[in-house]
């Protein structure tokens, strides 16, 4: 029996839908007043089922991660009311939330409901997201078409899991540092207390807090995940289902530089908005767990970018990176850390991450090698002390031999 079937079969004695005495009421209707006792998810998801849409409800979470967890809900969860499948949910993502944790998305979502009601837009045109008047056409065309034929032959990739690529028009990039000015300038004349970024970014400001929430997730939900998909499935590029968007400002009298750090994403998108300045290129120093963050960088996982204004940096979260001094002008990027609750999940249970993390591939062809080397070493020893002698009388070291013998395997 595999594992879906497995949990299947729990859920459906929990939701009365079996022949055991569950929480049902033997309608496929869940009795949300009563927690399950043990909610479980697939192991994989329903590609064919059509979730629903959750945008017109108050919950704990956004409500694009309730949208992206259905596809993981049990065949029966799939057959009851909305409400039931919301409350199954919950459940689930309440192990993970601790009661603090909850009131403080609570705040912050009080706070931004108070920005959104007191600031004025300044281009209502970027609460919508226009992809022919924000994209580059061959951007919009490489993912319309969906082919990873079509999405290589727009994206460059300089270094190993780096990909970049021309995503926004001039018009667009103008549009929203004049909105972020716009915001600012409010902040300052309202004297309202604004939350940044990040805790390494004193400046900049969380473009989701002010309105631009829909129209990322929009971004992230058709132009990011169908990339990801492609380039990053190891770290669940095709289940990103939230995200964090924001601007970052370097020059003088804002940020100069970024130190040596990984991201709170799955995958990061970093664009160059503008203006006109120097320096304050990306540098990249490979791919890393938690384990080995602070791993020895090796030679050709070393990468400096240079930022183009409409030109896209994409790469995973884990990749290593920073940006150095910002000499001369006024820089400001837009950034959209995009998470996977699935990838986050499935990551707890395990401990090899030799997919994506470079130690870890070293770690592992290392073991590997050892226990080729090893396995040769017993079967020549088998096969009798005369055949050693003779290799010895031939004048080749012992670990030469062994090692000619693992050049003439891989061929």
Known sequence: MSCDRSIDRRVESQSGNGNGNGNGN???????????????????????????????????????????????????????SRDAKVQYMRDILARYSSEGERTRVQKHRDYRRKIISNYQPLHRDLYTLNPGKFFAPSFIKAVGENTEES???????????????????????????????????WVRETKFRIMRPNTMNKFGAVLDDFGLETMLDKLMDDFI?????????????????????????????????????????E???????????????????GIRCDKHVNAETEPEEILDYSHVPGKAVLHRGRHRHGARATTAGHRINLLLWC????????????????TWCGECQREKKERQRQSVAVTKLE?????????????????????????????????
């Open 379 to 411: 079967l020549f020893r088998t096969e009798g002390e005369s055949r050693v002698l003779g290799i010895e009388d031939w004048g080749i070291p012992w670990e030469r031999f062994l090692a000619e013998g693992d050049a003439q395997g891989q061929h």
């Open 339 to 354: 998470r996977s609750s699935v990838f986050r999940e499935l990551k707890k249970y395990q401990k090899d991450f030799s």
């Open 267 to 285: 995958v990061t998108l970093n664009v160059c908005l503008g203006k006109q300045f120097s320096g304050g290129e990306l540098f990249f120093r």
């Open 26 to 80: 033997g309608n496929g209707v869940v009795d949300s007043s009563r927690p399950l006792a043990s909610q479980r998810l697939r192991l994989s998801p329903n590609t064919e089922h059509m979730p629903e849409n959750y945008d017109d409800l108050q919950l704990e979470f956004s409500s694009s991660i309730f949208s992206s967890l259905e596809r993981y809900l049990p065949p029966s969860m799939l057959r009851v």
């Open 151 to 185: 999405l290589r032959s727009i994206i460059s990739e300089p270094s190993p899991g780096v990909y970049t690529f021309q995503m926004l028009q001039p018009s667009f990039c103008e549009l929203l540092l004049s909105e972020v000015e716009n915001f600012e300038r």
């Open 225 to 265: 995940r169908p990339i990801s998909r492609v380039f990053f499935p190891e770290v669940g590029g095709a289940t990103l289902d939230s995200h964090h968007g924001f601007v970052v400002e370097y020059g003088k009298d804002r940020d100069v530089d970024l130190g040596f750090h990984v991201d709170d994403s």
